[in-house]
T-cell receptor
Framework: GAVVSQHPSRVICKSGTSVKIECRSL??????MFWYRQFPKQSLMLMAT?????????EQGVEKDKFLINHASLTLSTLTVTSAHPEDSSFYIC????????????FGQGTRLTVV | QKEVEQNSGPLSVPEGAIASLNCTYS??????FFWYRQYSGKSPELIMS????GDKEDGRFTAQLNKASQYVSLLIRDSQPSDSATYLC????????????FGGGTRVLVKP
């Protein structure tokens, strides 16, 4: 399958600071990338859909000013958690869909964010 | 009613047996169906995709799709301890914005 690289894999930050997470498609072009968060023993919750060159579409209840998404190129999307709080601690996962084979989505390794 | 429903498990199977996982979905215009495997603390890994009614086999995995019944299943033959994980069913519908909707996952435990 296609390779999606997500960095960092783990990050610990202080309350009030911002954290940027990168998601790259390494061997394909992704017009669409998705950002999820997952709490322990729960399923994936879609936060937003990121389309190259346009504004992200956020799911209901997700604060767009808190979770900034940028999709500047066909291979890179970033999620910035601004003014992080302990309740933002979670597992954040991106996935990317191949521009050509627009069906399957491949996941990055995930980022474990801990806000202290 | 949840859009994609799975039994949370755990589904406990002895090594070498067949594990059978079920998934139902509510959006009748769904077009693409996927099974992902997720190990604890890791991100999901795509193991099967299926788009038309019937069976699709890949190694020890068989996916079955019945659009009339809005039902998709996954069979794991000759289950191994390494198959112990959470299996996520995902459904894609272009009518719903071409987004993947995930079920809650079924935890599978293969006992040696």
């Amino acid at each position: 399958g296609a390779v999606v690289s997500q960095h960092p894999s783990r990050v610990i930050c202080k309350s009030g600071t911002s954290v940027k997470i990168e998601c790259r498609s390494l061997d394909f072009q992704a017009t669409t990338m998705f950002w999820y968060r997952q709490f322990p023993k729960q399923s994936l919750m879609l936060m937003a859909t990121s389309n190259e060159g346009s504004k992200a579409t956020y799911e209901q209840g997700v604060e767009k000013d808190k979770f900034l998404i940028n999709h500047a190129s066909l291979t890179l999307s970033t999620l910035t958690v601004t003014s992080a709080h302990p309740e933002d601690s979670s597992f954040y996962i991106c996935s990317a869909r191949d521009r050509i084979v627009n069906t399957e989505a491949f996941f990055g390794q995930g980022t474990r964010l801990t806000v202290v | 009613q949840k859009e994609v429903e799975q039994n949370s498990g755990p589904l406990s199977v002895p090594e070498g047996a067949i594990a059978s996982l079920n998934c139902t979905y509510s959006d009748r215009v769904s077009q693409s169906f996927f099974w992902y495997r997720q190990y604890s603390g890791k991100s999901p890994e795509l193991i099967m995709s299926i788009y038309s009614n019937g069976d699709k086999e890949d190694g020890r995995f068989t996916a079955q799709l019945n659009k009339a019944s809005q039902y998709v299943s996954l069979l794991i033959r000759d289950s191994q301890p390494s198959d112990s994980a959470t299996y996520l069913c995902a459904v894609n519908s272009q009518a719903a914005g071409n987004k993947l909707t995930f079920g809650g996952g079924t935890r599978v435990l293969v006992k040696p």
